[in-house]
DNA sequence: TCATATACATAGATTTGTGATGTATCACAA
DNA sequence: TTGTGATACATCACAAATCTATGTATATGA
């Protein structure tokens, strides 16, 4: 698993991500797809996921909607009207932070300057 | 500016990395050479840099070598040799993090599943 | 003389994720 | 019927990383 600090900043945007690219999902559905995705290396947890969805919900970001599945309660989570632009502009962040960090850390050369 | 979060966890091995590539750094210079590489979209501030620094010193991956430039002081760091198996992990985490991170955002379809 | 750039450094506050813990249902096996 | 692991939600104390603010000091050009 990665240095667990990396993830820092990137929840948010991969559940929006999420949530826009599939509809509709409810918390534990959405551990289990990025770990598939993720081929098992990134990990939510519970601790972190929750706070994320309700704080996302507050914001007036998210929608919900409960259902009961046999006994138990499935939360299901959805992009809001109002929160269609502010969840692309994560999204639109993340990737770009992801390109400039290509960058840094593996630049092009520059040819202006490649004299030698 | 990225929502700061996006940052963490990022800014060590991003040091390392330009260690590597570039011999030896000083401070100042490192926050340039990001802000140069990054367009101005990655400024990292003095006060995540020096404790980064020193902390990485304290650990022995890296070493320092002062020099005075006119009336000022400037204190260059190399990755040591002790260091150099820590600095390329903490890179190669990294990238593979970002790999990672792409499939879970932008995932290619899984071409099993795809009947419909 | 004053602002800006260069150059280092530290301390407190903030943010975010984790670990631990709790509740509860369901399916399957011993 | 008892126990285990998966499903499904939730909260709180804690740890880790970065930022803001602040401080010191030299160099440079207006």
Redesign the pocket.
């Known amino acids: 698993m990665y ?3 990396l ?6 945007p991969i559940i929006l991500q999420l949530l826009s690219d599939q509809g509709r999902m ?7 797809k990025v770990k598939e995705r993720s081929e098992g290396k990134i ?12 704080s996302l919900r507050a914001e007036g970001i998210l929608d919900t909607e409960a259902q009961q ?8 989570y959805l992009i809001s009207q109002k929160g269609k632009a502010q969840a692309e502009a994560a999204v639109a962040e993340l990737r770009d932070f992801m390109e400039t960090l290509q960058q840094v850390i593996h630049p092009k050369p520059d040819p202006h300057h490649a004299s030698s």
């Open positions: 240095s667990k600090e993830l820092k900043g990137t929840l948010k409810y918390g534990y559905e959405l551990v289990q990990l939510i947890k519970e601790g972190s996921l929750y706070p994320i969805l309700h599945v046999g006994g138990r309660t499935r939360k299901y």
